[in-house]
């Protein structure tokens, strides 16, 4: 996590809009811009997705907060991880975020 995947000044629209069309991806995104944390683990991620996928009433069961880690882990840390948004350390269980100015505008434009 030295921030050396740092490779996203450069993201064309289409991918930009790759990145951010699984809505996990986009709220992964959305948690380092609401939160202004440069860190976090996939716990605090899943939780956090968690709460915003559950109608008001619902309290996530924690069978589903696994399952979302899991898929944080295995799917989307990776293509974000790969265009220079994250750095995930899978050993040390931590996402660092790279602020990205393309993923963040569009963000607040749409969603």
Known sequence: ??????????????????????????????????????????TELAEWIAQHEATPDDRVPEPSLRTIAVTLTHTHFPVLDENGVIDFSFANDRVEYHACPE?????????
């Open 103 to 111: 993923l963040e505008a569009h963000l607040e434009l749409h969603c």
């Open 1 to 42: 996590m030295d921030g050396h995947n740092v490779v996203h000044a450069d993201l064309s629209a289409d991918t930009v809009y790759a990145i951010l069309k699984p809505r996990r991806r986009r709220l992964v995104v959305s948690y380092f811009m609401e939160t202004s944390a440069e860190t976090a683990t996939t």
